[in-house]
Nanobody, 128 residues
Framework: QVQLVESGGGLVQAGDSLRLSCAAS????????MGWFRQAPGKEREFVAT???????????YYGDSVKGRFTISRDNAKNTLYLQMNSLKPEDTAVYYC??????????????????WGQGTQVTVSS
């Protein structure tokens, strides 16, 4: 069982930066594929970024088109924590952001149904 707790959300202005954190429980965090998703009011949950383990100390990242070049996903295995650095924020980035995890390895996983564990979400609001 893996428990995920997000933090770091808030209200910012367009162009600002914000860093989200996701604290994970469990001894096998380092080999789990981790992801960030977001959900705006009235919309489906949307893939943001994923970081998968491909062996040794190698991780592969992949981003949704709407955040590519602005967001960076990273992890600190010693702290069992996943991060999402968000730069150049736009009003359309406003959403509840969720952290997700799955024991699946190596593959790039972008679908909601491919993840087994979810956090409770943290609200990010970007004003214009």
């Amino acid at each position: 069982q893996v428990q995920l707790v997000e933090s770091g959300g808030g209200l910012v202005q367009a162009g600002d930066s914000l860093r989200l954190s996701c604290a994970a429980s469990g001894r096998t965090f380092s080999t789990y594929t981790m992801g960030w998703f977001r959900q705006a009011p009235g919309k489906e949950r949307e893939f943001v970024a994923t970081l998968s383990w491909s062996g040794g100390r190698t991780y592969n990242s992949y981003y949704g088109d709407s955040v590519k070049g602005r967001f960076t996903i990273s992890r600190d295995n010693a702290k069992n924590t996943l991060y999402l650095q968000m730069n150049s924020l736009k009003p359309e980035d406003t959403a509840v952001y969720y952290c997700a995890a799955t024991p699946q390895r190596i593959r790039v996983l972008t679908a909601v149904g491919e993840y087994d564990y979810w956090g409770q979400g943290t609200q990010v609001t970007v004003s214009s």
